[in-house]
């Protein structure tokens, strides 16, 4: 059973729509992250977010934490085939010193 | 700086083999850890450890055995691999565990398949 549930898992557009991220939990998490992740490699901070309702905005991007700290979302605006990658939100539980991931969603975004 | 580098990159095992990968870290972090990545499971965590010297078991630590004799180097050891534990594998480091000042920093992963 996984702690953080992301959706969709999957999601491929054309370059220059919309598109937003989901990450659901039932637990109460301290912070929350958002990683990218290219082939081959390791995965990459973009955001982290620690009070509820905060909004991050990174170019095109905009991370939200939710009112309760249970959830999260990612938004881009005008995708890019650069955005193309695998986007993983991870967060800390309240009082525990673990980061527990969402499954990842893969995005890919055509030409 | 390299940053987090893991050795080797790729590595195929028979079953009951054993092998150990090698984490090292340059940048004086406190905290590493290891983490195994499968298809639709997002990353797990095997082990990590809090300073040198010190180690504790994560989400699925059974199969795996780790050892920080050293600040900079992490190593994960498999003592009779399966094919359960084909996975990319990733080490990570950071400064701190406390929120908003945890960011894990990644190795580039080592891709591990056991026949």
């Known amino acids: 059973t996984q702690l953080l549930e992301q959706s969709p898992q999957f999601l491929s557009i054309q370059e220059g729509e919309n598109l937003t991220v989901y990450c659901n939990s039932s637990s109460v998490f301290s912070s929350l992250q958002w990683y990218r992740q290219e082939p081959g490699e390791g995965p990459v901070l973009l955001v982290t977010?620690?009070?509820?309702?905060e909004v991050k905005k990174l170019k095109r991007l905009t991370f939200q934490f939710g009112d309760a700290r249970k959830d999260s979302s990612l938004h881009i605006t005008a995708a890019q085939p650069g955005d193309t990658g695998l986007y993983l939100c991870a967060g800390v539980i309240q009082g525990a010193q673990k980061l527990v991931f969402g499954q990842g969603t893969r995005l890919t975004i055509n030409p | 700086n390299a940053g987090v580098t893991q050795t080797p990159k790729f590595r195929v095992l028979k079953t009951g083999q054993s092998m150990t990968l090698l984490c090292a870290q340059d940048?004086?972090?406190?905290?590493m850890y290891w983490y195994r990545q499968d298809p639709g499971m997002g990353l797990r965590l095997i082990h990590y450890s809090v300073g040198e010297g010190t180690t504790a078991k994560g989400e699925v630590p059974d199969g795996y055995n780790v050892s920080r004799l050293k600040k900079q180097n992490f190593l994960l050891g498999l003592e009779s691999a399966a094919p359960s534990q084909t996975s990319v594998y990733f080490c990570?480091?950071?400064?701190?565990?406390?929120?908003?000042?945890?960011?894990?920093?990644f190795g580039p992963g080592t891709r591990l398949t056991v026949l």
């Open positions: 940048m004086n972090h406190e905290y």
């Open positions: 977010v620690v009070t509820g309702g």
């Open positions: 990570a480091s950071s400064y701190f565990f406390s929120g908003a000042y945890n960011e894990q920093f």
